[in-house]
Nanobody, 123 residues
């Protein structure tokens, strides 16, 4: 099992930026796919971005491409999500997630979750 702790959420105006960070610990925590999901009020949790450990390939949901960037530091067992040009529709609780494999795809591979961090974008 991998333990995940997120940091970096908050309130920001539309057009602004936030950076989320996630620290992972546990067995093989630096050799797994990592990702971010989000859940808006009244909606299901959806995949936002993911990154393979195997080849550092990244995946993004369509609406955040060009605005969000996922990165990881394998030496520190951390994964980050840089969010730029934020929109009100990005408001959600963001969850760090760890895959049970070295890949961040398919999204059904994600089996470990952080506690979530709130991101609120005011218009």
């Amino acid at each position: 099992q991998v333990q995940l702790v997120e940091d970096g959420g908050g309130l920001v105006q539309a057009g602004g930026s936030l950076r989320l960070s996630c620290a992972a610990s546990g067995r093989t925590s630096n050799k797994i796919g990592m990702g971010w999901f989000r859940q808006a009020p009244g909606k299901e949790r959806v995949f936002v971005a993911g990154m393979n450990w195997i080849d550092n390939r990244t995946f993004y949901m369509e609406s955040v491409k060009g605005r969000f960037t996922i990165s990881r530091d394998n030496a520190k067992n951390t994964v980050s999500l840089q969010m730029n040009s934020l929109k009100s529709e990005d408001t959600a609780v963001y969850y760090c997630a760890a895959s049970r494999t070295g890949s961040a795809y398919p999204i059904s591979s994600f089996t470990s979750w952080g506690q979530g961090t709130q991101v609120t974008v005011s218009s």
